[in-house]
């Protein structure tokens, strides 16, 4: 962000105040996220289909690029640009049209607050891990309108399913999440990395067995809160024929797709930071290379989140629930508690 | 063996019995429209006949009472059979049995649409395969084959709720007594689980299914009027697109019930090739059936580990038998079209071993998976009476806890000389379904390699000139060949007049062919009795009180073929 | 530059206000509460107030406008059943309307704002939980228990009714 805004000044000269700055900077910088975002969602999409195929004996794209399909979802996004732009007849037309651009919103806001390396961090606020949730909400919004919008049964109930799993994921998303922020004693993400610092069992996954369960807890719920395999309730294609999304298609429908696999990765990305150790090395506290660190941790959660997804069969709806409000929200309230109780015994709270 | 079953009627119903007739070994007694009800009632209560398998509408337009009704009805505990007949005149009704056996509600429905038969008291008397708009009664002999209707208004199947013109917004509904907490939605006919096109309009309460009716006969092409157009070898090709899932089946049992009725048996050889050939297209039918159902149930990957042995087995073995993969018009009246390819012995044994791999490796996913154990255990559930109330047969059933496999109960093609178990369910839900089929497959492996044991050089058809084609040589080199093959191509097999029933296990349950033949060429009647279309009446039923994501894995996982579901 | 982003957001704020009130379309109203309470949450944040700012996306979009917009979206309001204002209603609801406008006018221009030339804390979240752990326990406690016995009385209040459903069915 600093970075950033010397360069706007000094190199452009632009005069600017303080908000200025901030706003000028802000835009710059949130433009650059955007772009590289959108791009590693992409990429996530031709990574998805080629670990699909690996563990479904069979190879994935294959033809377009020289390895393996590289280009595939260049073709993909060109294909998909010069669909033809549907909007049903009977469709609530502002809706329609608002409901993916606020999805694809919702799904870029919450990288501000992602510390991919020390410094590397769009917006360092205090409220980083509170702002990240927050923002995130809004996909719920999204969805709704999308199912509403799209004027098909269908629709209309992967919208309902959704909202009402967010909403309950979220729960147990952001309760996981407290004893970190009891342990660090701050919501500011590159706080809570760099109090892992110091090896694996520094780290708060592997910090105290709550901490573990409380990691388990949140990527799980994570799972449920970007709609994936097994959790995919919204979209069930077997049942919903799509979901929410059933009557998009082209460029609308494009961003859907986008923001599913921008949410996959953040989620990936915020587990890393906050249970993982973030840009910190398993052994020492030498600061190597951090980007690339936290980059191959998420990496290797966004695989083990498409390992799940073509594993597990889907759960029902009521199911899904019930393992929310009945398994995981006690399960996350009880890891608050003995995490609570660890800290207040082993007098580690943060001062 | 049903001859008991007549003395028993016989001394019951005394002069009742109209006429006492055996065709082909199949008993066949005729009752009044009037006491049919009272006949199947005590069959069924004191001589437990189970099951009522089909009931099969004939058109004789020389005679006055010009329908006849057969009911094909079953004892599993008895091993025997016996067909109830029914004349009725034009016009005339009779008395309907829905409320003794279940599987007779659609089976009625059937006679009604295509014949014009009115059931008397039958709760929902409405065409089934035709369109409801439908014109004429198109298995009738004075219905022209080629006469074609265009109709094009769907079927309103709910009609206790007012729809809205495909709005279903709460601002966007007139007046005050739409119940509006209930919403009614149409699976299909083109979505995704349907695996083909079939409808069924549920009501629902939040996600779950208040109400359901099914409507079928989308991919109806009346199969059973083209095989009154053809000769009877003519039909074998038609076959093939009953369960085109697993062709090979229909044709080898539509071949062993023309046989039956013609009195001959095939050769050695062509029974087991014939067993092979079921087998494998048993193991095909279920591979898709169980990663099918996996599918619906979400579990993707499971789909290519099964698809990709049901391709091998496709492109290395059935191809080169017979020279397509899915339309394989293999089975001959009398015989087979060739003999094995060389190296078949070997392809079956490669790919055999290749599916025991994928079953395992499939079972290992979902065998002890809790949230496969979540999504189908006790789901679905069917108790064995109801199930034989409803016509079940095959893996289905099989799932209640009924060991009823007509391989064992009545062999057919040789069956008796091979050794395999009768895998039963116990619960009768959407996982036994799943686990009887996977372990028939190892079954079926297990009677293939029997079988292959077994193959001794040997001709594949009947030395009949008046049913199995001449060799090429014969036609191409003397004028009796010339003359036979001429005779048999252009008028077809003379199979004698009589009636008979054949039947067969499917992939699927028991298919059946019933065979009325006047004398001539052409089959004068030929009804496929289509082990799903019972099983699938039953599927309102079952999901009523469930959800949506339940009815679909039990849709899955019944098995519904369409090609044969509508004929 | 400052000036600008901050009407940006009130210039959100409001318009998607009189959307709301004024739409005709419930559903369209329900949605552009979204905007207007995004707007509020970004002109909180403008005044420093960061922790205020994303409860407020949190809880109003991320929970309450959730529940409404399923609330609006399940019910059934049938279009013509709308209650029509008539005119006579119109004049004492537009009277007051502007009684309350120039109220709320005099007493914003009559008031003597200490305006003090304080920056903005940087963290506020760390005060604000000081504070609630320590000065407001108490109120904060009592929020929590009357939201507990607000969330237990909701699930009764279901049950019941799901109860007395199956008692129907029987007699």
Known sequence: ?351 | MSQKLVDSLKSEFGDKIVSVNNSCGDESVLVPGDSLPAVLKYLKESESCEQLTDVIGVDYPERTERFEVNYLLRSIANKSRINVKVAVEEGMDIPTVSDIYKSANWAEREVFDLYGVKFRNHPDLRRILCHHEFEGHALRKDYPIEQGQFLSTPEKLIDDIEYHGGAFRADEVEGEDNPFDLLNVNIGPSHPATHGALRIEVQLDGETIVKAKSEIGYLHRCFEKEAEDHTWSQVMPYTDRLNYVSSMLNNCIYASSVEKLLGVEVPQRAQIIRVIVSELSRIIDHLVCICANLVDIGALTNYWYFYNIREGIYYDIIEPLCGSRLTTNFARIGGLSHDLFDGFEDAVEKHLQKMEVAIKEVTGLIARNRIFLDRTVDVGVLTTDEALSYGYTGPCLRATGLDYDVRKHAPYSGYEDYKFDVPIGENGDTRDRIMVRMEEMYQSASIIRQGIQKLTPGPIALDNASVSLPPKESVYGSIEGVMNQFKLISEGIKVPAGEAYGYGEGANGELGFFCVSDGTGQPHRLKVRPPCFPIFSAFDEIIEGLMIADAIAILGSINIIAGELDR | MGDMVFYLFALMTVLSGFFVVFSKNIVHAGFSLMFTLFGVAGLFAMLGADFLAITQTMVYIGGVLVLVLFVVMMTRIPAQNLPKSSFNRKIPAGIFSVLIFAIVFKVIGGTEWNVLPVDAPEATISMIGQKLLTEFIFPFEYASIVLLLAMIGAAILIRERKIDDDEEVQS
Not at chain 1, 105 to 132: K, N, Q
Not at chain 1, 153 to 172: D, N
Not at chain 1, 228 to 243: C, I, K, Q
Not at chain 1, 303 to 329: E, F, G, S
Request: hydrophobic share 55%; glycine share 8%.
């Open chain 1, 1 to 351: 962000m600093e970075i950033i805004t010397k360069l706007l000044t000094e190199t452009f000269g632009l005069q600017l105040d303080n908000t200025g700055q901030l706003v000028a900077g802000g835009l710059t910088m949130a433009l650059i996220m955007a772009l590289v975002m959108a791009t590693c969602a992409i990429v996530w999409t031709w990574a998805e289909r080629k670990v699909a195929g690996f563990i479904q004996s069979r190879y994935g794209p294959m033809r377009v690029g020289k390895y393996h399909g590289a280009l595939q979802p260049v073709a993909d996004m060109v294909k998909i640009l010069g669909k033809e732009d549907i909007i049903p007849d009977d469709a609530d037309k502002p809706l329609f049209v608002l409901a993916p651009i606020i999805i694809f919103i919702a799904s870029l806001l919450p990288w501000a607050a992602v510390p991919f390396a020390p410094g590397f961090i769009a917006s360092d606020m205090d409220l980083g891990l509170f702002y990240i949730f927050a923002v995130s909400s809004g996909a719920i919004v999204g969805i709704l309108m999308a199912g509403w919008a799209s004027n098909n049964k269908w629709a209309l109930y992967g919208a309902a399913r959704g909202a009402a799993q967010m909403v309950s994921y979220e729960i147990p998303l952001a309760l996981a999440t407290i004893p970190v922020v009891m342990r660090t004693g701050s919501l500011n993400m590159n706080d809570i990395v760099i109090g892992q610092q110091g090896g694996i069992f520094h780290w708060n996954a592997f910090h105290d067995p709550f901490l573990f369960v409380a990691f388990m807890i949140y990527f799980i719920s994570s799972i449920a809160e970007v709609n994936r395999g097994p959790f995919d309730m919204p979209e069930t294609e077997s049942e919903l024929v799509a979901g929410y999304h059933t009557e998009y298609t082209g460029m609308r429908f494009a961003l859907f797709f986008l923001s599913e696999y921008a949410n996959l990765f953040l989620v990936s990305c915020i587990a890393t930071a906050v249970f993982l150790g973030g840009w910190n090395l398993p052994v020492g506290n030498a600061v190597v290379l951090p980007g690339l660190v936290f980059l191959a941790k998420a990496v290797l959660l966004v695989l083990i989140q498409i390992w799940i997804r073509w594993t597990l069969p889907r759960l029902r709806v009521d199911q899904l629930m019930h393992v929310c409000w009945k398994v995981l929200i006690p399960l996350s309230l009880l890891c608050l508690l003995g995490s609570g109780i660890l800290l207040m015994v082993s007098g580690e709270i943060a001062a």
